[in-house]
């Protein structure tokens, strides 16, 4: 299908950006790989679009006060091949190429996808597992909302209608830091069935602060805090059993419930495996 | 500001295009209604298929992912252009000799795809074709041939490349 009409401008700045969005009806378009497709289909008629790709400032990866801070409008493909995500946010790094296909990861931006927030998406898992901070501009000036605080619902975050997420901020992996992730997808770069991102600290030979963020099996990203404890506890076989009381997914198109747990499970054992055989 | 027709000026195949266009046209259907570049097709229409696949400033989007509007200042590649450069006719030949292809609806894509890929990893296995060529859809060789095309490509190019570094580096 083809978009119903919609007008369109070009943001200047980041308050441009802001003032625009006090328009009636009006969205962002940053990499545009989920909402062009949306509004192909007129799942999405907004009356403006607000093409934010030209706003300076969006798009860098730096390394400061023990954050990896990546700005909004950073590409997959930048990410892909970032050396400092590579090396200082390994999560992200092992997600990317789980993220769509080549030609999505070249348009498609970081804090479009985090924004969107489809829930069978990676990137808003990996922020729950690493305890990601989002820094967000609004008519009010800037805020910074814990991952756990932001995803809300069903494609719903702590965005307000007039607020333009600008930076995501992960904690600097260090010698201890254990990440892992898995997913099982119908096809390289589908969204997951189900998909499961986590990160732990090693104490010697066990786990603490372990971090397990589910996709796929919910309305959001999701954290599986009762098999986190009993991971760090108890071992990967009384987290199994935690898993059970943790999750509680729905049958959707592409899978049955029941498959969905049995995935999750499978999924909990390859990643415990990860984050125990790391080494530093 | 807020219009819904607009001014664009960019390089369609090495060419200048100033014009008019809708907000909500699409660059792959403004590539084909407007200019008749229709080799790039139109397939889902929602980023899956891969079929609209062109070059914008040197990578590989989707055609249906992206707005014409969006396009002024920037540089396209279709697979008219690409194809008239010589740049890829080794793999249109591999293609060929290898029934890489049958109906054709994915073929100028899939050769987007491929060699985006060539050009960034000299010799890929062949998993990491499956995987660069994952957003590719083809429904008629089940992709085996495809693959096989790309390696012979991959593995062809090779000595040129190594003979190129050897000269450079003279």
């Known amino acids: 299908m083809k978009p119903a009409p919609f007008g369109y401008a070009k943001a200047r700045s980041l308050s441009h950006a802001i003032e625009l969005l006090g328009t009636d009806d009006a969205k962002l378009l940053a990499g545009g790989q989920s909402l062009i497709a949306a509004l192909n289909m007129r799942l999405s008629r907004p009356a403006l679009l607000i093409d934010i790709n030209s706003v300076a400032g969006l798009d860098t990866i730096e390394l400061a006060d023990g954050h990896v801070e990546i700005g909004a409008l950073v590409r997959h493909v930048q990410a892909e091949r970032s050396a400092q995500i590579a090396r200082h946010a390994p999560l992200i790094a092992s997600a990317m190429p789980h993220i769509g296909h080549p030609a999505i990861r070249n348009r498609g931006t970081l804090g479009g996808s985090i924004a969107y927030a489809d829930p069978a998406a990676e990137l808003p898992a990996c922020l729950l597992a690493l305890g990601a901070e989002l820094d967000i501009a609004g008519p009010g000036g800037e805020r910074r909302v814990s991952a756990d605080n932001f995803f809300r619902s069903l494609f719903e975050t702590a965005l307000g209608p007039r607020d333009v997420l600008i930076r995501i901020r992960i904690p600097a992996a260090d010698a201890n830091t254990r990440v892992a992730f898995s997913e099982f997808a119908r096809r390289q770069g589908d969204y997951a069935l189900v998909g499961l991102a986590a990160c732990a600290r090693a104490k010697g030979k066990h786990l603490e602060d372990v971090r397990l963020a589910y996709f796929g099996v919910g309305p959001t990203a999701l954290r599986a805090r009762r098999a986190e404890a009993a991971l760090a506890e108890r071992g990967h076989e009384e987290a199994m059993r935690a898993l059970r009381t943790d999750l509680q997914p729905d049958d959707d198109l592409h899978a049955p419930a029941a498959v969905k747990m049995h995935l999750a499970g499978v999924l909990l054992r390859r990643v415990a495996t990860q984050l125990l055989e790391q080494r530093a | ?170």
């Open chain 2, 1 to 170: 500001m807020s219009t819904l027709a607009h001014d664009i000026s960019l390089e369609v195949n090495g060419e200048r295009v100033d014009t008019r266009v809708d907000a909500r046209t699409t660059l792959v259907d403004f590539l084909r209604d407007a200019l008749g570049l229709t080799g790039s097709h139109v397939g889902c229409e929602h980023g899956v298929c891969g079929a609209c696949s062109v070059r914008v400033n040197g990578t590989v989007v989707r055609g249906c992912l992206m707005l014409a509007v969006q396009c002024d200042g920037m540089r396209i590649e279709t697979i008219e252009g690409v194809a008239d450069t010589g740049e890829i006719a080794d793999l249109e030949q591999a293609f060929i000799a290898r029934n890489a292809l049958q109906c054709g609806f994915c073929t100028p894509g899939m050769l987007l795809s491929a060699q985006e890929l060539l050009m960034s990893m000299p010799r890929p296995g062949r998993a990491e074709i499956r995987a660069h060529l994952s957003g590719n859809y083809c429904r008629c060789t089940g992709y085996q041939s495809i693959v096989d095309a790309v390696e012979a490509v991959a593995q062809a190019r090779a000595p040129r490349r190594s003979a190129a570094r050897e000269d450079a580096e003279k």
